[in-house]
């Protein structure tokens, strides 16, 4: 199965681009500031070349979290990841799976079903985490709505283009 790394790539640009947007004070920026104790010198003194970079790398990951979500016949792969024929172009499970890439390989790679498992996604994987770290944090649940509700925005999109472009 092939990676459209491409994609990928631009849909882990999704949470710079985005984060820009939401997070300017004209927005939620505000209110993110006051939820999460952030000041302005705080953000004045950061090293905001290292933040932007580990944003993109953790972006990546995200981006191979959600691939795997999003397209359902990578799934074939890990289930027979073990077996030596996998390899071997002329065995019989080999040429089963290019059968079952051709005839089904196209299913479900849409951008409206990639949005649809991104924003379930993060229901199911960044609520609970925001929300967990909230709870220990004492932030109330502007802060969790603030923060969720950009990862919800930020996941759905990039599932999208992920399920689109595979």
Known sequence: ??????????????????????????????????????????????????????????????????YTIVIHQSHIYSILINEPALNNPDSELNIWIQDFMTRYGQNFKTFKHGTFHGFLASILLAAPVIGINALFERKN?????????????????????????A
Do not use: Q
């Not at 990928?8 to 999460?36: C, D, E, Q, S």
């Open 1 to 66: 199965m092939d990676i459209n790394y491409i994609a990928l790539g631009t849909a882990a640009l999704i949470p710079l681009i985005f984060g820009a947007i939401w997070y300017h004070n004209n927005v939620f920026g505000k209110v993110w500031m006051r939820v999460a104790d952030m000041t302005e010198e705080k953000i004045r003194n950061a090293n905001m070349p290292l933040i932007l970079g580990l944003t993109v790398f953790l972006s990546i990951l995200l981006s191979l979290a959600l």
């Open 141 to 165: 649940y502007k802060y969790f709505l603030v923060n969720w509700g950009f990862w919800a925005l930020c996941m759905t999109v990039m599932g999208g283009i992920i399920c689109a472009y």
